[in-house]
């Protein structure tokens, strides 16, 4: 059984005839998939119930407006690409159930995962891209990796991405998934208040700089509990084992993971100054008193 909202975009008019298309425009949410294509969405929508996943067609997103534009620093391709897609915050303000606070968070078909918190999304106005120099998915090129992989159904790219340092003090770096398959509204409170460092050292500037760089880097791919990636299949609690029981094997498998274990799939870090080994560090452990639920051995 389909859903259909009529939810105004909140976007400023160019003109009245955007904004009567605007004002009559839906989305008609699909209880099932009818395509590959398709686009998964979940976690808190406005009107349907917490936690169910529904369904929005290529058609669909493609009735939305549109946002064109050329991206000359996005490592996902080789030179200056077009794109064209909707805006995060337009399908915030469609389908979010409190559009002030929710962050999206896209979930790829490797099960990877990037963040969009709310202070990211008005700082770089990601996108999800629909089309790739004027071609649907089956045109787009492979990844950049040169692994001849398929880079759709959707990917996330940004009109041009500078570092912020409005977010963070230290600059935040961009999220740029490709085979994004679903895309969840959350609260941002619940999603990062997963990993928040523990303990009586939690407010620590050396723990609080760590938990920057893993609620950046590290949740993208490793999980605690329903929260963060699961591409790498070590969960959050293992990587404090590490980081409590072997620092320095810690530091040495987030600067070159293949020097550990050749079939990491984790890309390495080796810019990674002591500083910040020191603060990721630091932070996993403050995890170490569940040590016992993570298990021992090394990867």
């Not at 290529?58 to 077009?82: C, E, I, M, S, Y």
């Not at 099960?111 to 071609?135: C, D, M, S, T």
């Not at 003090?169 to 460092?197: C, M, N, Y």
């Not at 799939?265 to 500083?275: A, F, L």
């Given at each position: ?132 120099n004027g071609q649907p998915p089956s045109g787009w ?27 963070s003090p230290h600059g935040d770096e961009a999220q ?124």
């Amino acid at each position: 059984m389909a859903a259909v909202l009529f939810l105004a975009s909140g976007l400023p008019p160019q003109n009245a005839g955007e904004e009567n298309a605007r004002a009559s425009a839906s989305l008609t949410l699909r209880s099932g998939r009818t395509s590959p294509l398709d686009l998964e969405v979940g976690g808190e929508l406005a009107g349907i119930p917490a936690g169910a996943t529904r369904y929005l067609t290529r058609d669909d997103l493609l009735r939305l407006p549109q946002v064109t534009f050329t991206v000359k620093n996005d490592a996902n391709f080789t030179g200056p690409t077009q794109v064209s897609g909707v805006p995060l915050e337009e399908l915030i303000r469609r389908l979010a159930a409190a559009p002030d606070s929710d962050m999206v968070v896209a979930i790829c078909d490797d099960r990877y995962r990037a963040n969009y918190p709310h202070a990211y999304i008005a700082e770089h106005r990601p996108l999800l891209v629909l089309k790739v120099n004027g071609q649907p998915p089956s045109g787009w090129p492979k990844d950049a990796e040169g692994h001849g992989q398929d880079m759709g159904p959707y990917m996330v790219s940004h009109p041009s991405f500078l570092p912020s340092f409005k977010v963070s003090p230290h600059g935040d770096e961009a999220q740029i998934p490709w085979g994004v398959v679903r895309l969840e509204f959350r609260d941002e409170k619940t999603v990062f208040g997963s990993i928040a460092p523990r303990g009586p050292h939690a407010s620590g500037e050396m723990v609080q700089e760590g938990y920057w760089f893993a609620r950046q880097n590290c949740f993208r791919c490793h999980n605690r509990g329903a929260e963060g990636g699961t591409k790498a299949g070590h969960p959050w609690l293992v990587l404090s084992a590490w980081a409590a029981a072997s620092p320095e094997y810690f530091a040495a498998y987030v600067r070159n993971p293949q020097a550990k274990n050749p079939h990491a799939q984790m890309p390495g870090n080796p810019s990674y100054s002591d500083k910040i080994i020191g603060a990721l560090t630091a932070y996993f452990q403050t995890f170490s008193c569940s040590q016992q639920e993570a298990g021992k051995g090394k990867p």
